[in-house]
């Protein structure tokens, strides 16, 4: 059995390079470690550790760590967040709820308020996250574009974090359902600038190459990888043999 972003962690190097999409032009990974995020339903991420030559994935619930605002705006939806959970991980923000729990803080907190497309569409559709992130990418509404603004510097802002853990000069992944979508903002330049806007250790950042994964199947070529390699230790699992029988 294998972690769903451990899995995905072992396919990255079984990707041929026109699956990755890099939001970092003219930087090449260095000899050190590398990360995944990836954002879904929920908040995943995985670590991968050089060893020699080659990566050693290994599962983590990073997406658990407490949210850190960076800004008064931030510290607000912390804590309208609060209110509602009590504690605030990344996770509750940087996944598919968070662009609804976004929207609706910019609408009660008064910097917004809901347009007749979002009501009638929301009334209509059972998924609340689809409505905001599909109208603020077609730029439709303009509460629910500055949500999915806010989601794109929240969730480059988690990847730089994830960087620093990790030491991650071999650079950072980012998978999952939702980076593919929402792929042109991410081309517009706020998730690096979140990424690396680190104070003293920007410069380490800045070196960083970031790379959207293209491919759905990554998980899947990854526990083949992984069956492949064989269990930990190099072992592979020994073949029952059947009981002697008595004579």
Not at 19 to 47: F, H, Y
Not at 136 to 144: K, W
Request: hydrophobic share 40%; proline share 8%; aromatic share 6%.
């Amino acid at each position: 059995m294998l972690n769903d972003l451990e899995a995905t962690a072992w396919g990255i190097p079984q990707l041929p390079p026109r699956k990755l999409e890099t939001l970092t032009p003219g930087l090449r990974p260095g000899p050190g470690n590398a990360a995944l995020i990836a954002a879904g339903t929920g908040l995943g991420m995985a670590l991968l550790i050089r060893d020699g030559g080659r990566f050693q994935p290994c599962a983590s619930e990073g997406g658990h760590q407490d949210f850190g605002p960076r800004d008064d705006l931030e510290i607000e939806l912390l804590k309208f967040m609060r209110r509602r959970y009590g504690r605030v991980s990344i996770e509750r923000i940087v996944a598919g709820p968070g662009f609804s729990a976004i929207y609706q803080f910019l609408i009660e907190s008064g910097r917004g308020r809901e347009s007749r497309l979002i009501g009638k569409r929301l009334a209509e559709q059972n998924d609340a996250n689809a409505v905001i992130s599909e109208a603020g990418m077609a730029g439709e509404d303009p509460v629910a574009e500055k949500a999915v603004g806010m989601f794109v510097s929240l969730y480059g802002a988690a990847a730089g974090d994830l960087a620093l853990v990790t030491k991650a000069t071999g650079g950072i992944y980012v998978g999952g359902g939702i980076a593919p979508k929402i792929l042109p903002m991410l081309r517009t330049g706020e998730f690096i600038r979140s990424f690396r806007a680190k104070g003293r250790l920007s410069p380490l950042l800045e070196k960083i190459p970031v790379r959207v994964i293209r491919e759905s199947r990554t998980a899947l070529f990854g526990a083949a990888a992984r069956a492949a390699h064989g269990p930990p230790g190099g072992r592979r699992p020994s073949t029952p043999q059947p009981k002697s029988k008595r004579r």
